[in-house]
């Protein structure tokens, strides 16, 4: 029996070297679970991929992988077919809570699925600390976080923190995951680790995940570690931390929160505000007290952020949040750095360009 676990893994392993486009994270994640013993995990993720298929699929790009495994149904439709078959779970929203104590409650579907499975077969946990295209900077609920660490230590799942669009400092902590007072075992970040001056991305990870892979990380990509995008990094964050950039974002939170909240006073379709930070959001509903969103087709997210571009200013159109479809989020994202008179400016141009899409396409 241990022979044929091993051959098993043996074989498992050298067709995942015989892939050559196999992504990288493909294969860690492979050589982690089987290093820890969990076997029929590996087999379960070898057993979604079909040979002839897997180089495809380690062609996708990273955002496609990530609007994969969110509910991206606009996104996810042209690869369908070539996928890991991964399971979902509820967002984790208290604009649209599935229970009570809506963070245990989300956390509780975690369980149920890990056990569901079997926990030899789950071999991670990915998620937003706070959601951004996928959602519209939602916040995880109170609670939320920490009891999805404990679930994760208790069955051996790996728990990742996605913080490409809420890390390096846009939700006014360094790690998103910090507010929540939890560590995860991967973190990606991206976006904000060199300011977007020159394409940079890291995954973090912790020595328990290092120890697996002997310290000896598979970074297989052209240009992983490229030198001079590492020194924008560098350059980045000695600026942030020198002039204590995070520290004003987290400083200015609810300031800027109170400045969205009183440019998009009395617009009716305006149902929620939140966010963390510099990470701030409006959705916009049909109904207030329903939520019910406004009708896909109309596509409202994309009107407001071509009105808003006409007003000179570069906003993030959210869409389908709701359940995949359905649902318009406008995402503000300022720099560290703006100034009072900018972020003035830049809440008036928001609530003006919703006011003239609403008045324009009378949805009703
Ligand atoms: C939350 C999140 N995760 C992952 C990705 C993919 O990141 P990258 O394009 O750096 O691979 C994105 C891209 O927008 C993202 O928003």
């Known amino acids: 029996m241990i022979q044929d676990l091993e051959n098993l893994r043996n074989e498992a392993l050298s067709a995942l070297q015989a892939s050559p486009d196999a992504n990288a994270l493909e294969q860690w994640r492979i050589t982690y679970l089987s290093r820890q013993g969990k076997l029929p995990a590996v087999l379960e993720l070898m057993k979604n991929v079909p040979k002839e298929e897997r180089p495809t699929l380690g062609k996708l790009s990273n955002e496609v992988k990530q609007a994969l495994l969110a509910a991206f149904e606009e996104r996810k439709a042209a690869f369908e077919g070539s996928l890991l078959d991964v399971s979902r779970l509820s967002p984790a929203n208290d604009y649209r809570p599935i229970g009570q104590n809506n963070g245990l409650a989300c ?63 846009r939700t006014g902590t360094w790690r998103a995951l910090d507010k929540d007072g939890v560590e995860p075992d991967i973190m ?15 995954a973090i990870y912790s020595d328990k995940v290092s120890e697996a892979f002997n310290h000896q990380p598979q970074t297989g990509h052209t240009f992983t570690g490229h030198t001079a995008c590492c020194a924008a990094g560098v350059a980045v ?41 510099y990470f701030m959001a409006a959705e916009l509903v049909a109904n207030r007290q329903t939520k019910k969103p406004f ?24 869409g389908g949040n709701v359940d995949g479809v359905n649902g318009d989020v406008i995402i503000l994202a300022p720099p560290y750095n703006a100034t009072d008179a900018e972020l003035t400016e830049i809440v008036e141009k928001l609530a003006k360009s919703v006011k003239q899409v609403l008045g324009r396409l009378r949805l009703g």
Not at 113 to 140: N, T
Not at 311 to 316: A, D, S
């Open 107 to 169: 956390a509780q579907e975690l369980e149920d699925e890990i056990l569901r499975l079997g926990p030899d077969k789950v071999a991670a946990f990915i998620f937003e600390p706070v959601v951004g295209a996928a959602g519209g900077c939602v916040p995880a609920p109170d609670g939320y976080a920490k009891r999805i660490r404990e679930i994760c230590d208790q069955y051996g799942v790996l728990m990742i923190s996605d913080e490409v669009m809420c890390g390096a400092g």
């Open 237 to 277: 964050q000695k600026i942030v931390t020198r002039e204590k950039l995070v520290e004003r974002v987290a400083a200015n939170e609810q300031k800027l929160k109170s400045m969205m909240a009183d440019a998009l006073f009395g617009i009716d379709a305006v149902g929620d505000i939140r966010g963390r930070g």
């Open 295 to 318: 009708a896909a087709e109309h596509k409202l997210f994309m009107h407001i952020r071509a009105q808003a571009f006409d007003n000179g200013l570069i906003c993030y159109p959210v």
């Open 188 to 202: 990606s970040v991206a976006k904000g680790l060199a300011a977007g001056y020159l394409p940079l991305g890291a």
